[in-house]
């Protein structure tokens, strides 16, 4: 979901960059996408079932802490983003 890109000239402390098929940012606390330089949650969109997790089994309510409806998904990881989109 996040990592290299072919051609991607990234440096030190970098993963990466999200794929083709998803959105990745950084959130607060407060759920909102926070600048490039701002520690904070990462949180991945996807398609929940074809390209990230459907549900928890038999657990809707853990489902609910980390998936949200519109395929967001809260990843419980922290990091920030810079400016070219590395995380």
Same mark, same amino acid.
């Given at each position: ?10 440096? &030190? ?58 395929? &967001? ?15």
């Amino acid at each position: 979901i996040i990592g290299d890109r072919p051609g991607d000239k990234r440096g &030190w402390p970098t993963i990466g960059r999200a794929g083709v098929c998803y959105e990745a940012e950084i959130r607060d606390d407060h759920n909102r996408p926070l600048p490039a330089g701002e520690i904070g949650e990462i949180c991945i969109k996807g398609v929940p079932g074809k390209t990230i997790f459907k549900e928890y089994f038999l657990n809707p309510k853990a489902t609910a802490k980390v998936l949200e409806a519109d395929g &967001w998904l809260h990843t419980g990881d922290t990091g920030y983003r810079d400016e070219e989109g590395f995380f």
